[in-house]
């Protein structure tokens, strides 16, 4: 029932009784509590925003020139403020109640009345739902809420035992009964000010997407009723906050604003018992979606004292609380210390600032919450993180470390900074940080320039030891850390290649050692008792080499001491092993030796190292195209993505020939017979002119008798499916000229399949092609823009492993790879337009070569002199740089939809029949199309690759290079 609309008469009895309740509530308080005399004592006139000035309680300060803007509302700012009201009773129940019984309800009661009052005071754009039985909503409907500014309803839902309301409904009844833009719940006994609503808009802007907004609350006591629109009333009561008010604890939150349409979905934690408060910050700020913003350096919330103090811990059903709250040391992330921001004011010597003054700042969160927020919830790899230990001299270095775990999409990583320069600059560009230097470290390092240490040097050491003192904090919190210089780059997923069954598993070095630059340590009791021996000798190390005029900075790390322990420990003590250099690869390994790029490795990450000096290590990056930030520090965009189209599946067929009659005619009548089903399908043939040849007195040559036959069964077929044409060239453009020139498409939306004259068609290559593209291509919930087409044939090369084949044992019938195909492709418009004007533009560049890798292609390419002359070898090139991939069929009984005849010719010295099984008819399996994020997907040597983002740039990486620095 609804009790918003009461008959006039009860309204009235309503409001005298109020009146009547209030007058002696503020006769008796005086003795009581004290003060008041003020209370009762007249003000002079003036604007009620002076009296604001005087406030300044505990924790929160005011900008004195600003304190107008306290009490006057922003432009507009629409706000359903709800709350549950404690049942106050009736007129009869007040005759039975004891004296302390009577004063604590009338403290309660003028507590929300002037909790409610001050909502609607801050603005006209700000209602009111109230949830209550219906003696207290009579108290409050009409005299403390004004009618039409909210509503006053039964409390929806109760515990079914306990018989004490619930917050799941009320927040979701609130929800939906609000059509404004923000929605607060705040206890019924918090007073605000307009200076909420200038906060509300500014975190709006600051923030499109889901955001909570919090805040410290102020104690007071006040047992006076206060009228918002009285200059006066409002004087005494900032007065009162300003001499008496207590910053209130760290867990206790009184209010959460919020987004109506990001309603929190609330477990049903009962009203009045305490840890709901905690488990909702909790979850709000372990949620990597939602922007928590603790508001009390701009906001004003003040809590009005009833007397009633701690029965929340005490109450029947706090326990179901605490079930609903789960893990306490997950509880324990909701303080309001914890948040993900802070606003505070621009001019920090002002004392306090309206938000047209005040700045959205990250806040320094403890390091409990940075590790939950940042570690890995992947199955696993559950609690664990990938750490760089970074002080400000390697700024840039860290950046374009965090772009490379961008483009893998590695995101439980944490920067562990060792000076505060570095640490506020991290904080700015929005990374995840913890500033932690260790003891030692403070003393060494105190008034010395934090850029820039020698290698091995008393003050690198120090770092050193705050990166051991810090990872040992890591591990004593139970998480498992992955050691990572900045240095290095990540090329893919590092996670994947980590034994979870060691102790420790570090990057090889020197064959039986491990490496600082890259360790696994998993957070097991040995591994704490390895790592605190590290620690504890590596700080009297520091201690003694302070002293010394020299001493060898090799043997005098981290490093060394934890190799020292495990080449002498026993299996029993501990378990660890190392990565291998085709996974991790060393700096001599790739940028030296370059064995990685002469045998076809695709590391995970590459560690600059073997070299002394920054310029030296951004050089080889740079010229191995690692090096992903610019001098803004903003991360290199990847390559542009096609967006997906939006119009129909239309197919064009383009087929290739030239002096081969019979197989000219082969495939003709294969397309004839293909299926269909009245779709309209263009189809071009293309004829390549022979080379004009001269007999001895200089007279030309008539054409071989093979090309006039192939142009004169080209003219005589006859297409019924669609438009059809015959193009014979007027020049000699070689079989790279064919295939570069044949197709320039039309639409978004229309595929090529080109065809040399040797291949033959399956009647039902076009039922399976249509649906294939049409799921793969033309759906954009599963378009992938790095999928450039769709290949026929069945794949029978490893172009990195040749002569080695494919294979997939395992059922599945559908895989991506990278290679090309080029018997029978179909290729996607967009990715073809792209493939032909990068070619135009790196063909025109003399010195280039479009080889890739170790790959056979490459050595096929040069066999025939390369230049223009391989068409494929370009596309493998291509490919290579932007990280695509293709679709491939593995039917079974090695079928296919196009086969190859290898008839004598350009690429065959003699004909040697199908490379393939015809697909004749169609088989059950042709009905069957995976979602495509579950198809494999391989590179060039038929690596199982597991991120697709992994392989863009791979050809500029792999490119063999005479100018790294040594």
Not at 404 to 433: C, K, W
């Amino acid at each position: 029932m609804m009790l918003r609309n009461r008959p006039l008469t009860v309204a009235l009895g309503v409001v005298l009784f109020n009146l009547l309740l209030i007058m002696m509530h503020q006769a008796r308080m005086a003795s009581i509590i004290g003060g008041g005399g003020q209370g009762r004592r007249g003000g002079r006139g003036g604007d009620a925003a002076a009296a604001a000035a005087a406030a300044v309680p505990a924790g929160v300060s005011y900008d004195h020139a600003n304190t107008k803007k306290l009490l006057t509302p922003p432009v507009h700012a629409p706000l359903t403020i709800f709350t549950i009201l404690k049942e106050f009773g009736s007129d009869a129940d007040a005759s039975t109640l004891s004296e302390e019984d009577k004063r604590k309800r009338l403290l309660g009661l003028t507590g929300s009345s002037n909790a409610i009052r001050s909502w609607v005071a801050m603005s006209a754009d700000v209602d009111v739902q109230l949830f209550a039985d219906e003696a207290t909503c009579d108290r409050f409907m009409g005299f403390v809420l004004p009618f039409g500014r909210g509503r006053c309803d039964p409390i929806p839902c109760y515990h079914e035992t306990i018989g004490a309301p619930t917050y799941d409904c009320l927040f979701a009844m609130a929800a939906e009964r609000s059509s404004a833009a923000y929605l607060m719940y705040a206890n019924a006994d918090m007073v605000f000010f307009p200076d909420l609503l200038h906060a509300v808009n500014t975190v709006d802007e600051r923030f499109p997407g889901k955001f909570v907004m919090v805040g410290h609350r102020h104690d007071v006591d006040y047992p006076h009723a206060i009228d918002f629109n009285n200059t006066a009333s409002v004087s005494r009561f900032m007065k009162r906050i300003s001499e008496t008010a207590v910053l209130h604890g760290r867990y206790g939150i009184d209010f959460f604003l919020f987004r109506r349409q990001h309603t929190p979905v609330m477990p049903p934690f009962l009203v009045g018992r305490i840890q709901w408060d905690n488990w909702l910050l909790s979850r709000s700020i372990r949620d990597p979606d939602v922007a928590t913003v603790e508001v009390s350096g701009v906001v004003l919330a003040v809590h009005m004292n009833h007397g009633v103090v701690g029965v929340s811990h005490e109450r029947s059903g706090t326990g179901v609380n605490k079930v609903l709250a789960g893990d306490k040391r997950v509880l324990a992330l909701g303080a309001l210390d914890e948040t993900d921001y802070r606003m505070v004011p621009k001019d920090r010597n002002k004392r306090r600032a309206v938000c047209d003054a005040c700045n959205v700042e990250k806040n320094g969160q403890s390091l409990d919450v940075v590790l939950y927020k940042q570690a890995s919830e992947e199955p696993g790899w559950e609690k664990t993180i990938i750490i760089a230990s970074v002080n400000f001299g390697y700024i840039d270095f860290s950046i374009n470390w965090f772009c490379s775990l961008q483009r893998v999409g590695v995101t439980n990583f944490l920067f562990h900074a060792m000076d505060e320069a570095i640490y506020q600059q991290l904080l700015e560009l929005g990374m995840p940080v913890f500033l932690y230097v260790s003891p030692i470290a403070q003393q060494i390092l105190a008034g010395k320039d934090a850029t820039n240490y020698d290698y091995g040097s008393v003050e690198y050491q120090a770092l050193m030891n705050s990166r051991t003192d810090f990872i040992f904090q890591v591990l004593k919190k139970n998480y498992h850390a992955v050691l990572c210089d900045v240095d290095i780059v990540i090329l893919k997923n590092p996670f994947h290649f980590l034994d979870f069954k060691l102790d420790i598993h570090g990057q090889q070095h020197k064959k039986l050692k491990v490496s600082g630059g890259f360790l696994f340590l998993r957070a097991t009791e040995k591994t704490k008792g390895v790592w605190r021996s590290v620690l504890y000798q590596h700080r009297s190390l520091l201690q003694q080499i302070q002293h010394m005029d020299t001493f060898d900075p090799h043997s005098n790390t981290e490093q060394s001491l934890l190799n020292k322990i495990l080449l002498k420990a026993k299996p029993s003590q501990i378990s660890w092993g190392t990565i291998v250099p085709e996974v991790i690869a060393d700096g001599k390994r790739f940028f030296i030796d370059q064995d990685t790029q002469r045998l076809g490795e695709w590391p995970a990450a590459v560690h600059n190292n073997y070299i002394v000096g920054k310029e030296g290590k951004i050089k080889r990056f740079q010229l191995a195209d690692l090096w992903f930030v610019n001098e803004k520090l903003e991360c290199r965009p990847p390559f542009k993505l096609v967006a997906p189209p939006k119009e129909s599946f239309s197919l064009t067929i383009k087929v290739l020939a030239y002096d081969r009659p019979d197989a000219l005619e082969r495939l003709l009548s294969s397309l004839l017979e293909a299926e269909f089903d009245g779709d309209r399908v263009s189809l071009d043939i293309f004829i390549d002119r022979p080379r004009t040849k001269t007999d001895e007195d200089g007279a030309e040559l008539p054409p071989p008798d093979g090309w006039v036959q192939t142009v004169a069964k080209a003219k005589a077929f006859q297409w019924p499916h669609g438009a059809h044409k015959l193009v014979v060239r007027e020049e000699n453009v070689g079989l790279a000229g064919q295939w570069l020139t044949c197709w320039k498409p039309t639409s978004d939306a229309e595929v090529g399949l080109i065809l040399e004259d040797d291949n033959v068609v399956s009647p039902v290559f076009y039922r399976w092609l249509k649906q294939a593209t049409e799921q793969y291509f033309l759906d954009p919930d599963t378009f992938d823009p790095r999928l450039y087409g769709i290949a026929l044939q069945k794949q029978h090369m490893i172009a990195g492993k040749y002569p080695k084949r494919p294979v997939i044992d395992d059922g599945r019938h559908l895989y991506l790879y990278q290679l090309g195909s080029t018997w029978g492709p179909v290729f996607f418009p967009k990715h073809w337009a792209e493939f032909t004007a990068w070619f135009a533009e790196r063909s025109a560049q003399p010195d280039f070569q479009p080889l890739f890798s170790n790959l056979i292609t490459n050595k096929w390419y040069l066999a025939r002199g390369g230049g223009k002359s391989v068409w494929s070898a370009w596309f493998i090139r291509f490919v290579a740089e932007r990280g695509w991939y293709g679709l491939y069929t593995n039917f079974p009984g090695d079928r296919a939809l196009v086969v190859n005849y290898r008839d004598s010719g350009n690429n065959f010295k003699e004909s040697l029949g199908p490379n393939s099984k015809m697909m004749s008819s169609y088989d059950p399996v042709l009905t069957r199309f995976p979602p495509l994020r579950t198809l494999p997907l391989y590179d060039f040597h038929f690596n199982r690759i597991y991120e697709g983002r992994v392989l863009e740039g791979r050809a500029f990486y792999s490119d063999i290079q005479d100018e790294y620095p040594k």
